[in-house]
C-alpha cells in the first residue's frame, strides 16, 4: 500500500473545510486593500511632488511616506501576530481593517507632507494587524496538502494588487486630486468588513504567548533611527555626522535588539527561529526581492512620468506585464517546486529578478518601450518563483498553532526589505542627482535657490516650468542626470537581487518538507500533519 491509497487525516472542520476557497476570496480582499495602497502610490508620487497639483514634498519626504508605513507595518507585525493568536485572528483582521479605513481618509484629505506622513503611520499600524491574520487563517482552514496552492494564490493576488493599483490610481488622478487614491480603499474595506463578518470563522492559539512592548519600541527605534540616517544620506551628504551617527545609532539599537529578544521568554521577533539555514534564506529571499521591487517601483514613477512624459494611467499600463507575470506564475510555483526542488526554483528566480534589473542599464530617454515592458514581465516571472515558496518554506516550518509567529516573521522582513529598499536606492538615486546636475544649476537666476531645485527631477522641471524659455536649458541636464541616477540605482538592485541567489542556493533545502518522503516534517510540524503523509 502506498500512501496515495489512503486519505489523508481531516485536521480541519468540514464546515469550514467547505467554504474554505470562499474564505481565501474574502482574505484576498483583506490583502488587496493593504498592497493596492502602495501600488496606486507609486504613480502618485510624482502628482504628490508637484506643488501645484500636490503638496509639493520633497523625494526626502516622499521617502517617507512610503517608509512611515512600512516601518510601523514592520515594527508591529509580530506583535499583531501574538495579539491575533491571543484574542483571536478575525478580530484582530476586523480591527485592523477599521482603522486602515480610517486612516486612508485621513491621507486623503492630508494639507501637508508631515500631515501625510503621519496619516500613512497610521494605515501602518492598521495594515500590521491585516497581513499576519490573512496568511494565519490560511493555514487554520486548509489542510497542509492544499497550504502550498492556497498561499501561492495569496501571494498571486499581490501580483493582482501591483496590476489594478498603478491603473486604477493612473484613472483616479485623471480625474480627480492626488487624495483619491486613498480614498479609494475606504469601499474596499467596507466590503471586506461585510465579507469577512459573514464568511470568515474565528481561531486562535489556545497557549498564545505574551506581548513584548521593549521589544516592539527597540525594533521600531533602532529601524527609524537607520532609515532616517539613510534618507538624510542622500540629502546631506554620507560624511555628515548627522547621518553616521544615526545610522550607527540604528545598527546599535538593532543588534540590542536581537541580544534581548534572545534572552526573552516572549519575544516580539523569535530571532531563535532563524537558527534553521533554510529558514533563514527563505526569509532573506523575501526581504531582498521586496529591497529590490520597492526601490525600483520608487524611481521607475520618475523615469516614466517626468523623464519619458506618461500619464499616471499609461505608467499604470506599462506597469502592468510585471503583476500578469506575477499572476501567472504564482499560483503555479508549487507545480515547479514539486518537479524541481524549492531551492532550484527559488535560485532561479532570484537570478531572473538581478539580471532584470541589469536590463535597466540600457535605458535611455528614448529606449523602445516595449523593452521595458519585456524586462517588467521577467521580473514578474522571477517574483513569482521566489515569493510563494519562500512564504510556505517559514509557515511549514512552525507549528499551525503558531502561525501568526510565521506570518508576522514572513511580513516582517518583506516590509523591512521594502523600507531598506526605498531608504537606500532612494538615496542612492538622491545623491548621484545632485551630483549631475549641480553644475547646470549655475544657468538658474540668482534669485531663484539652488538647494530646492536640485531636490530631485521633478524640483528641477517645477523650477524650469516656472522659468518658462529662461529655464528650457535645465530640462535636458535635468533629465539626463535622472537617468545617470537610475542606472546607479539598477546595480544596486542588481547586486541585491543576485546576492538573492547565492543565499538561497547555498541555504535552501533542494526539496521542502512535504516533499522529503512519508513521515517527513520539519521541526515543529504537528504530529498529525506529518502522520497524514504516512502509508
Known sequence: ?????????????????????????????????????????????????????????????????????????????????ILGDRFGRKRTLLFGMVIFGLAS???????????????????????????????????????????PKAIGIWSGAVGLAIAIGPITGGALLD????????????????????????L???????????????????????????????????????GSVEVIGTIV????????????????????????????????????????????????????????????????????????????????????S?????????????????????????SFLWMDRTSPIWILCVVFFVQGAGMAHVMPPATNSIMSSLPREKAGAGSAVSNTVRQVGGALGVAILGSVLSSVYRDRISGDLDKLPPNVPRGPAGDSVEATLAVAGRLGDRGAALVDPAKDGFIDAMHAASIGSAVVGLIGAVVVFLWMPRRDAGQTGPGAGRPGEPVEEQRSAKV
Open 1 to 81: 500500500m502506498t500512501a496515495t491509497n489512503v486519505p489523508p487525516i481531516r485536521t480541519v472542520d468540514e464546515h469550514i473545510h467547505r467554504r474554505r476557497w470562499a474564505i481565501l476570496g474574502v482574505l484576498v480582499i483583506s490583502l488587496l486593500v493593504v498592497v493596492l495602497d502602495n501600488s496606486i502610490l507609486n504613480v502618485a508620487i510624482k502628482t504628490i511632488a508637484d506643488p501645484d497639483k500636490g503638496l509639493g514634498a520633497t523625494q526626502s519626504e516622499l521617502q517617507w511616506a512610503i517608509n512611515s508605513y512600512t516601518l510601523v507595518f514592520a515594527g508591529l507585525l509580530f506583535t499583531a501576530g
Open 334 to 358: 508549487s507545480v515547479m517546486v514539486k518537479r524541481f526542488g524549492v531551492r532550484a526554483v527559488t535560485t532561479g528566480g532570484m537570478l531572473l529578478v538581478g539580471l532584470s534589473f541589469l
Open 249 to 332: 545609532l540604528g545598527l546599535a539599537v538593532l543588534a540590542f535588539f536581537v541580544w534581548f529578544e534572545k534572552r526573552s521568554d516572549h519575544p516580539a521577533l523569535d530571532v531563535r527561529f532563524f537558527r534553521d539555514p533554510a529558514f533563514s534564506a527563505a526569509a532573506a529571499a523575501i526581504g531582498l526581492v521586496f529591497f529590490a521591487l520597492l526601490g525600483v517601483t520608487f524611481f521607475m514613477a520618475f523615469y516614466l512620468q517626468s523623464v519619458r512624459g506618461y500619464t499616471p494611467l499609461q505608467t499604470g499600463l506599462l506597469l502592468l506585464p510585471l503583476a500578469v507575470a506575477q499572476l501567472l506564475f504564482s499560483a503555479r
Open 175 to 198: 480625474h480627480f486630486w492626488w487624495g483619491s487614491v486613498f480614498l479609494i480603499n475606504v469601499p474596499i474595506v467596507i466590503v471586506g468588513i461585510v465579507a469577512m463578518l459573514v
Open 200 to 238: 470568515v470563522p474565528d481561531s486562535r492559539d489556545p497557549r498564545p504567548g505574551r506581548l513584548d512592548p521593549i521589544g516592539v519600541v527597540l525594533s521600531i527605534a533602532g529601524l527609524v533611527s537607520l532609515v532616517y540616517g539613510i534618507i538624510r544620506g542622500g540629502d546631506a551628504g554620507w
Open 105 to 147: 481618509l485621513l491621507s486623503a484629505y492630508s494639507q501637508s507632507p508631515g500631515q501625510l506622513i503621519a496619516a500613512r503611520a497610521v494605515m501602518g499600524f492598521g495594515g500590521a494587524f491585516v497581513m499576519p491574520a490573512t496568511l494565519s487563517i490560511i493555514s487554520n482552514v486548509f489542510e497542509p496538502q492544499e497550504r
